[in-house]
C-alpha cells in the first residue's frame, strides 16, 4: 500500500533526522544498494526522497518513475550541501510541461 508513505534514502548521518518526524529511512552504502532500495520502494511508497549524490549516480533507475504518477522521486542536498542537482531536474521537468523556463527565467 502507497498511500502516504515516504522514504529517505542517503547516507546513515544525514537521514537519522528524518526518522525523528516519522519518515521511513533507508542507509545505501553505494550506487548499487541505492539503485536495489529505490526499485523495492517505488512498489510501496507515494515519495522517495534521496540525497543528490545518490539521485545523480542512480538518474538511469530514477528515470523511468518521472512518468508515472508515483512514487515523485524528490532530490534533496546530502550533509555537505546542495549540488543544484535537484533543482536543475525541477527545472527541466517544469520547462517540459509548460514549454519554457518559468522558474528562472531572467530578463536581462
Known amino acids: 500500500m502507497r498511500e502516504g508513505k515516504i522514504a529517505v534514502i542517503g547516507d546513515r548521518d544525514l537521514i537519522l ?20 532500495l529505490i526499485k523495492k520502494l517505488a512498489k510501496t511508497h507515494a515519495v522517495i526522497f534521496i540525497t543528490e549524490d545518490y539521485a545523480k549516480a542512480c538518474e538511469h533507475v530514477t528515470e523511468r518513475y518521472k512518468s508515472t504518477a508515483y512514487p515523485a522521486i524528490v532530490p534533496i542536498p546530502s550533509g555537505s550541501g546542495s549540488t543544484g542537482y535537484g533543482m536543475e531536474n525541477i527545472k527541466k ?11 528562472f527565467n531572467k530578463e536581462d
Open 17 to 36: 533526522a528524518f526518522k525523528a518526524i516519522g519518515m521511513e529511512v533507508f542507509a545505501a552504502t553505494d550506487t548499487e544498494q541505492c539503485e536495489n
Open 93 to 103: 521537468d517544469v520547462e517540459k510541461a509548460v514549454g519554457t523556463d518559468i522558474l
